[in-house]
């Protein structure tokens, strides 16, 4: 198959956004992740090592291409990454100095290499981090400094994946286009459809786990909270969000079973959850599985987002004017 564009995939994880983009039709020319285990599993799927560190790669030595995609580091902006932080006294959002600023390494990358379009993709709380002046500069970033037109859009995976999972996505056009969000089709998946059948034991709870998670969640519901674990009797339904910390526990995501405790999921139930197809090559530990699939993107939705930016990145159709981001 001929491929029509080139692309970069940025802080790469595993290589979500890659088969979506390749799914398009796209060379990837470059990619970059820091996280050594995500490399491992990244270089087992796609044959190449990521480069490391972005904030150490010098714009020139990054080829020249089409599009720009990169699911930048979302936990500075995520809720939970927020509270963990507030809680330690930490700063979160663009005073993280670890990973907040990231983002403006997409920034560097995007002025001096000037693609024709680019994907970015978020927790939905980055809209409303730091009562939405995170968002402001981001946008002010990318439409006033940078020139771009762009779009946004929240979108919940639950159409796609058995999965509640609401992110962000920011696309950019070099110059105004006629673009708009693809409408997800609803295939209504369940649950159901991705479990395993004969799961290992080892992915039972152990009493001490969940005699502690049930401990947890009486003592929060005495005090009026609706924290603690979620625990699914019904396949048919649809599962919470998958988070980089199911590896703990399982806490948010634990399937019942007769007769014993419940379980958490199997890597390859998760990868299934994420979208990810049945030939991903898991060759990590399960709790480096596990981080690896919470922090991933939704392969179906990046799937039918990539599409949309083809086409209309092929058709060159413009508009006159530039969205508003206020």
């Not at 599009?67 to 930048?72: A, N, R, T």
């Not at 959002?93 to 907040?100: K, S």
Request: glycine content about 8%; proline content about 4%.
């Amino acid at each position: 198959m001929k491929k029509e564009f080139r692309f970069i995939d940025l802080f790469a994880g595993i290589g979500g956004m890659r088969i979506a983009f390749d799914k398009a039709g796209g060379k990837c020319v470059f990619s970059s992740e820091w996280n050594k285990f995500s490399q491992q599993t990244y270089e087992a799927n796609f044959g190449e090592v990521p480069d490391g560190d972005i904030t150490k790669i010098e714009t020139k030595d990054i080829p020249t291409h089409d599009i720009l995609v990169g699911g930048f580091p979302c936990q500075p902006f995520s809720i939970a990454g927020v509270s963990s932080k507030n809680s330690l006294g930490r700063k979160h959002g663009f005073e993280d100095e670890t990973q907040g600023t990231l983002f403006f390494d997409i920034v560097r990358i995007i002025r001096d290499k000037k693609p024709k379009a680019f994907l970015l993709e978020n927790v939905k709380n980055l809209k409303s981090h730091d009562k939405g002046k995170t968002f402001k500069v981001i946008m002010k970033k990318l439409q006033e400094d940078l020139g771009y037109d762009v779009h946004v859009k929240i979108v919940d995976a639950s159409s796609v994946v058995p999965q509640h999972r609401e992110r962000i996505f920011i696309v950019g056009f070099k110059k105004p286009m006629d673009f708009k969000f693809p409408k997800m089709i609803d295939k209504r998946p369940t649950l159901a459809n991705i479990l395993q059948k004969n799961v290992d034991e080892k992915y039972t709870l152990k009493d001490g786990t969940w005699n502690s998670l049930q401990r947890h969640k009486a003592k929060h519901k005495a005090k009026g909270n609706g924290f603690g674990f979620n625990l699914v009797t019904n396949t048919k339904e649809i599962a919470k969000t998958l988070s980089a910390r199911y590896y703990k526990d399982g806490a948010e995501i634990l399937i019942a079973q007769k007769r014993k405790n419940p379980r958490k999921l199997t890597p390859r139930e998760c990868a299934s959850l994420m979208g990810f197809p049945k030939s991903f090559k898991i060759e990590v530990s399960d709790n480096q599985a596990y981080r690896q699939f919470g922090n991933a993107v939704v392969v179906p939705v990046v799937k039918e987002i990539a599409k949309s930016i083809v086409k209309t990145v092929q058709k060159n159709k413009t508009r006159k004017t530039i969205l508003d981001y206020a």
